[in-house]
């Protein structure tokens, strides 16, 4: 198993601002496809983003698009989650997962964090 350590969630009122973070413990970070997806309880796990191994390629889910960033740094082995402008809606348990091809899919990540609660009060 590849471990994949998500922080930076937390309570934050409508309007404001979170970034999440996700660690790889890994030699090869550059090597995989980063994704960013999210749950509530009774629901499926929904796609919020998606990264190229470079970073030079991104995909943004409808839903949060304009709101919110993906991005990684290489060296640093760890991928990003900029959330500004968050809804309430956006409440979910947060997950970042690695990936061995481009996917907007949940059965095409490998690997997976324990998730990160993010919770957004009116």
């Known amino acids: 198993q590849v471990p994949l350590v998500e922080s930076g969630g937390g309570l934050v009122q409508a309007g404001g601002s979170l970034t999440l973070s996700c660690v790889f413990s890994?030699?090869?970070?550059?090597?995989?496809?980063m994704g960013w997806f999210r749950q509530t309880p009774g629901k499926e796990r929904e796609f919020v983003a998606t990264i190229s191994r470079s970073g030079n390629v991104q995909s943004i889910a409808d839903s949060v698009k304009g709101r919110f960033t993906i991005s990684r740094n290489n060296a640093k082995n760890t991928v990003y989650l900029q959330m500004i402008s968050l809804k309430p809606e956006d409440t979910a348990v947060y997950y970042c997962?690695?990936?061995?091809?481009?996917?907007?899919?949940?059965?095409?990540?490998?690997?997976w964090g324990q998730g990160t609660q993010v919770t957004v009060s009116s």
């Open positions: 997962a690695a990936g061995q091809e481009w996917a907007v899919t949940t059965e095409r990540y490998s690997y």
């Open positions: 890994g030699r090869t970070f550059s090597s995989y496809f």
